[in-house]
C-alpha cells in the first residue's frame, strides 16, 4: 500500500533522477513529477552532458567528491552494460588544456575519472598556445536519450507524470504529503529565490564524423565534444543574459575559437545551433524545509541550481534529497519556516 503521496516538480535531468531514486527505493511512496516542459524541450536536453565540473566554493569538498563519484559510478554502470545506447551514455576520453598553468593541478573529481594524467609534451605540441594540460576519460551523457529512458524507468517504477506550470506550492501541499522543487532556473519565480540566476549558454551542433576525443580549454569558453550523432561545439557563458535566441556574433566566435584548436573543424557542417540557460547560483541547493499549511507541516526538499554541472551531479544529489525524503519522514518537523 502506498501511503505517501511524494510530488517532484521538474522533469529536467535533476528532476528526474530524484522521482527514480525515490520510486525505486521507498515502496511506500506514491510518486508523480509535475512539470511546464519535458524532453526535448528543457535545458538538460540540450546540455552537451559531459562529465566534468568547477568546484562550489562555499559547499564542502567532500560532498561534491561524493556528488560527482555517484553520479559518474552510476552511469559507468549503464555505459558498461546493454542499456548504453538506449541511454545514450558512453565514455569519451581526451585533454583539457591550459593557457597558463591553473593553481589546482588536480581538480576535485580527478580521482572519479578514469586515467587521470598530465599531457605529455608530445601531446601538448597540437595546441601551441596552450602550457599545461590533463588527460583522462569521462563520460558523456546525452540527455535527449537519457531523459527518455529515465523516463521510462519513472514510470516502469510505478511513477505517474504531470504536465503542467506550478504557481503555488501551498497548493500543492494541499494534495501532497512531501514536495520535491527540482525546478532549476524556475525556482526564481517558484520559490521566488533571487539567488538563481541564467547563464546563457550557446552551443552549435556538427557533423565531424572523424573527431573521435574532447577537446575543452580549461576557462570553459571553447569546447569540442563529439557525440553519438554529431559534434557539439560551444560555447558561451553569458551571465544574467535570458536570451534564447541564437545569436549569430555568438556563433562566429564559437567557430573561430574552435577551429583554432581544431582546424578540421573549418570543413566540418553546421547542423544546429542551440541556446539554454544554466541555472546558475553561488552554491547549489540541497535542503529540507516545512511549508504550514493549515496546521500540517508539510516537508519542501530544494534540489536545485546546478549551473553548468547539473548532468555531472545529477544522481549524486538526487540520492541526498532521497536521504532529505526519508529524514523528513521520520523526524519531528521544527518549526514551519514558510
Ligand atoms: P532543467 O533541465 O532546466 O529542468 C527544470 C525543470 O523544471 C523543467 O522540467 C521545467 O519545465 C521545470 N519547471 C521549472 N519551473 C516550473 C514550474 N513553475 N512548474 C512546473 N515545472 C517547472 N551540465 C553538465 O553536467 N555537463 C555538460 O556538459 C553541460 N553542458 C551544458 C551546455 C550548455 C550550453 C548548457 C546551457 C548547460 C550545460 N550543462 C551541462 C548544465 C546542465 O544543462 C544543467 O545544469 C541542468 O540541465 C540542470 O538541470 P535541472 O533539471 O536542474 O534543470
Not at 541550481?305 to 526519508?326: P, Y
Request: charged share 20%; with cysteine; glycine share 10%.
Amino acid at each position: 500500500m502506498k501511503r505517501v503521496r511524494v510530488v517532484v516538480v521538474g522533469a529536467g535531468v535533476v528532476g528526474l533522477s530524484t522521482a527514480v531514486c525515490i520510486a525505486e527505493t521507498l515502496p511506500y511512496c506514491s510518486v508523480t513529477i509535475i512539470a511546464e516542459k519535458f524532453s526535448p524541450d528543457t535545458t538538460s536536453d540540450g546540455a552537451a552532458g559531459i562529465l566534468f565540473a568547477s568546484e562550489f566554493h562555499d559547499i564542502p569538498r567532500e560532498w561534491q567528491q561524493r556528488w560527482f563519484k555517484e553520479t559518474f559510478d552510476h552511469l559507468l554502470a549503464i555505459a558498461d552494460s546493454s542499456q548504453a545506447s538506449d541511454a545514450g551514455v558512453f565514455l569519451s576520453s581526451g585533454y583539457q588544456i591550459f593557457k597558463d598553468v591553473p593553481w589546482d593541478k588536480k581538480p576535485f573529481w580527478s580521482d572519479f575519472v578514469l586515467g587521470f594524467r598530465n599531457m605529455t609534451d608530445r601531446e601538448l605540441k597540437r595546441f601551441p598556445e596552450h602550457k599545461f594540460g590533463q588527460a583522462f576519460t569521462t563520460i558523456k551523457c546525452e540527455c535527449s536519450s537519457y531523459l527518455p529512458w529515465l523516463g521510462k524507468r519513472f514510470i516502469e517504477a510505478g511513477g505517474q507524470i504531470h504536465h503542467e506550470k506550478v504557481t503555488d506550492l501551498q497548493k500543492l501541499a494541499q494534495m501532497y504529503d512531501v514536495i520535491i522543487n527540482c525546478s532549476g532556473l524556475g525556482s526564481r519565480f517558484l520559490v521566488k529565490d533571487e539567488e538563481v540566476y541564467p547563464i546563457r549558454g550557446q552551443v552549435l551542433k556538427v557533423n565531424a564524423s572523424w573527431l573521435k576525443n574532447f577537446i575543452r580549454d580549461g576557462d570553459g569558453m571553447t569546447y569540442i565534444y563529439p557525440g553519438i550523432s554529431h559534434v557539439t561545439i560551444g560555447g558561451t557563458r553569458q551571465v544574467d543574459d535570458w536570451r534564447l535566441e541564437v545569436d549569430t556574433a555568438d556563433t562566429e566566435g564559437i567557430m573561430e575559437r574552435c577551429s583554432q584548436l581544431e582546424p578540421s573543424l573549418i570543413k566540418a557542417q553546421v547542423i544546429g545551433a542551440w541556446v539554454g540557460l544554466r541555472p546558475g547560483r553561488a552554491n547549489l541547493r540541497l535542503e529540507l524545509e516545512y511549508l504550514n499549511v493549515q496546521g500540517r507541516h508539510v516537508p519542501l526538499v530544494h534540489n536545485y541550481g546546478h549551473g553548468g554541472w547539473g548532468v555531472t551531479l545529477s544522481w549524486g544529489t538526487a540520492l541526498d534529497a532521497l536521504g532529505l525524503v526519508r529524514q523528513s519522514l521520520f523526524e519531528k518537523p521544527p518549526s514551519a519556516k514558510l
